[in-house]
């Protein structure tokens, strides 16, 4: 029998908050800044996986505005190959660290921290840009 090894799903959120954008602090490896998100559950649907994950790493309830676009190249994260749906999202309440967040802070394009985690600058930039 042949084992099949394939990308993990994953989500990923750009969530529009007081004139700037959500990030966490990772408390795991790979450390720095990201975009809230992490990997969808099995049975759950993509945007179900985002606002659970939003909640999780923020604390925020988040209304997703529409899908952004899809990343995968394999190397974009370092521990699996994984493709993610960013979407972009509005939220409501007061955030704090959640989950596997150490921190949450609210940036705008020029003050974004220098340690961005995986490929989230290049998504980022990508949004700031009104690339898709």
Known sequence: MHEYRNPLPTV???????SGIILIKRE???YGWALPG???DYGESLEAAAVREAREETGLEVDLVRQ???????ERDSR??????????RAKGTPRAGDDAADVGVFARDNLPEDIAFDHRDILMDYFEKKY
Do not use: Q
């Not at 990923?12 to 007081?18: C, F, P, Q, T, V």
């Not at 952004?68 to 394999?74: D, G, L, N, V």
């Not at 493709?83 to 999202?89: D, G, L, N, P, S």
């Open 12 to 18: 990923d959120l750009i969530i529009e908050y007081n």
């Open 38 to 40: 992490g990997f969808v």
């Open 68 to 74: 952004f676009h899809a990343y995968s190249e394999p």
């Open 28 to 30: 795991n490896p790979p």
């Open 80 to 89: 699996f190959h994984t493709i993610t749906i960013v979407y972009i999202a």
